[in-house]
């Protein structure tokens, strides 16, 4: 059981470059998360998902697209790499269980020059 | 909106208890979460009240009370190891379910 994964661990861009990052669960989650984290500021939910197909945007969407063809995937991009856009990058996903549990993959560290 | 705070940073001695507070404006939510991140790790889910009160879970206590808006997570006993960095979260009733929110995170340094 691995869990939670994320693709790459690492990754640095220039200014205006784009990227996908993937996640990929394998836990038959039904909710999926992308989060950014900055240095002061917690985890800020960018988008989620609640089921194959079905995308919505959370706290900091602007910037970002996602996908969710397949339940065990769900994808972030960056279309227009901006230097704000610098960060940690987390995923995660939970059950529909009562308890809020989510479980995170070991995040993205991502440089945009 | 609606916000939760924490105190950014904590200091105590091994063997010692900590408290974190956290504290809300919102008006409904199902249930309040922890979770620990050490540095470069990802978060790790602690504990979860969904009803007022107290839940133990080893040396980790959370309490819960949504008259006072208030929770904290208490960590008893504590070990060099339990330096980090902890995260509360709710998750609305009046967002669509999955969608969370979480504190700015309390920074725990345990000191010998």
């Known amino acids: 059981n691995a869990g939670v994964t994320q693709t790459p661990k690492f990754r640095v861009l220039k200014t205006g470059q784009s990227m996908t990052l993937l996640c990929a669960q394998d836990?038959?989650?039904?909710?999926m998360y992308w989060y950014r984290q900055d240095p002061g500021m917690g985890l800020r939910l960018i988008h989620y998902s609640v089921g194959e197909g079905t995308t919505a945007k959370g706290e900091v969407p602007d910037g970002y697209n996602v996908s969710r063809l397949k339940k065990q995937n769900f994808l972030l991009g960056l279309e227009s790499a901006a230097p704000s856009q610098t960060s940690v990058y987390f995923c995660a996903s939970s059950s529909s269980g009562p308890t809020d549990t989510q479980y995170f993959g070991p995040g993205t560290r991502l440089t945009v020059l | 909106g609606q916000s939760l705070e924490q105190p950014s940073e904590v200091t105590a001695v091994e063997g010692a208890i900590v408290q974190i507070n956290c504290t809300y404006q919102?008006?409904?939510?199902?249930?309040l979460s922890w979770y620990q991140q050490h540095d470069g790790g990802a978060p790790t889910f602690l504990s979860y009240?969904?009803?007022?009160g107290l839940e133990e879970t080893g040396r980790f206590s959370s309490f819960l009370s949504r008259s006072d808006s208030y929770g904290y997570l208490l960590l008893q006993e504590l070990q060099m190891k339990d330096s980090a960095s902890y995260f509360c979260?709710?998750?609305?009733?009046?967002?669509?379910?999955?969608?969370?929110?979480f504190g700015a995170g309390t920074q725990v340094v345990v000191t010998p």
């Open positions: 836990m038959n989650h039904e909710y």
């Open positions: 009240n969904g009803l007022d």
């Open positions: 919102t008006s409904g939510f199902y249930g």
């Open positions: 979260a709710v998750r609305r009733t009046t967002d669509s379910w999955g969608k969370f929110q």
